[in-house]
C-alpha cells in the first residue's frame, strides 16, 4: 500500500496564478479530508469528502478556494487567484470509517510570492 | 477552529525518561486521537481511544481519557532520540461526524 499520495511536494508561484494540488487516497477509503496547516492557525480542516461527496466545506476560506472528488482515486484542490498568505502546507488524509484513525499524505508545502 | 489544547507547548526531556502529554477539549467526543509529526513530514496516526473507554496502550504508548474532565494524556515511556516529534492530539464530536479538529499540538524533544 503506497499510502496517501499527494502532488507536488513543493509549489512555488506568483500572485493571482492558480494553483492545483493534487491527492489520491488508499484504495477503500471512503472519507478524504483536506487540511491546511500553518505555525500561526495549526491545522484547520478546510473540506471533507464522504464517498466522493463533498459533505462539510465550512472550512474552506474563500470563494478562491474550491474542491473536487471526481471519482474515489482522486481528488483536487485549487486556489484561484493565489495570494501569499496561502502560502502553507496543505494535507490530504484519508479513512476507511469513522472509528478509525486518519491517514496523511506527506503534503504539498505551497508558497504564494 | 481549535477543539484540543495540548499541555505543554514544549517538553524536553532525556533519553530514557518518560514524557506525558495533556490534551483538554469543549464539547462531547466520538472518539479522541493523538497523532506525531515529523518536522517536515505528514501526521502519523499513534492510537485512537473512544468515548467509552478510559485507557488503551499501544507499545510504549500509553493512552487515558477523562470524560468527567474533557482530557486525555498521552505518555511515552522509556523515551528514545527518534521520539522528537510534536504531537496532536484531535477529536471526533457530534453524531455522524466524520471531521477531526485538531489542537496545536507539543513539541516534545527526547535529548541523546
Known amino acids: 500500500d503506497a499510502g496517501v499520495i499527494q502532488s507536488p511536494r513543493h509549489e512555488v508561484t506568483e500572485m493571482g496564478q492558480e494553483v492545483t494540488l493534487r491527492c489520491k487516497p488508499i484504495s477503500g477509503h471512503n472519507s478524504l479530508f483536506w487540511y491546511r496547516q500553518t505555525m500561526m492557525r495549526g491545522l484547520e480542516l478546510l473540506i471533507y469528502f464522504n464517498n466522493n461527496v463533498p459533505i462539510d466545506d465550512s472550512g474552506m476560506p474563500e470563494d478562491r478556494f474550491s474542491a473536487k472528488m471526481p471519482n474515489a482515486s482522486f481528488s483536487t484542490l485549487k486556489i484561484q487567484p493565489s495570494e501569499p498568505r496561502d502560502s502553507a502546507v496543505y494535507f490530504c488524509?484519508?479513512?476507511?470509517?469513522?472509528?478509525?484513525?486518519?491517514?496523511f499524505g506527506s503534503g504539498t508545502r505551497l508558497t504564494v510570492v | 477552529s481549535q477543539q484540543g489544547e495540548e499541555d505543554p507547548q514544549a517538553l524536553s526531556i532525556q533519553e530514557g525518561e518518560n514524557a506525558t502529554m495533556n490534551c483538554s477539549y469543549k464539547t462531547s467526543i466520538n472518539n479522541l486521537q493523538w497523532y506525531r509529526q515529523n518536522s517536515g513530514r505528514g501526521l502519523v496516526h499513534l492510537i485512537l481511544?473512544?468515548?467509552?473507554?478510559r485507557e488503551k496502550h499501544s507499545g510504549r504508548l500509553r493512552v487515558t481519557l477523562d470524560t468527567s474532565k474533557k482530557s486525555s494524556s498521552l505518555l511515552i515511556t522509556a523515551s528514545r532520540a527518534a521520539d522528537t516529534a510534536s504531537y496532536f492530539c484531535?477529536?471526533?464530536?457530534?453524531?455522524?461526524?466524520?471531521?477531526?479538529?485538531f489542537g496545536k499540538g507539543t513539541k516534545l524533544s527526547v535529548i541523546p
Open positions: 488524509a484519508s479513512s476507511p470509517l469513522r472509528d478509525y484513525g486518519y491517514t
Open positions: 481511544i473512544r468515548s467509552n473507554e
Open positions: 484531535a477529536t471526533v464530536s457530534g453524531a455522524g461526524s466524520y471531521q477531526l479538529t
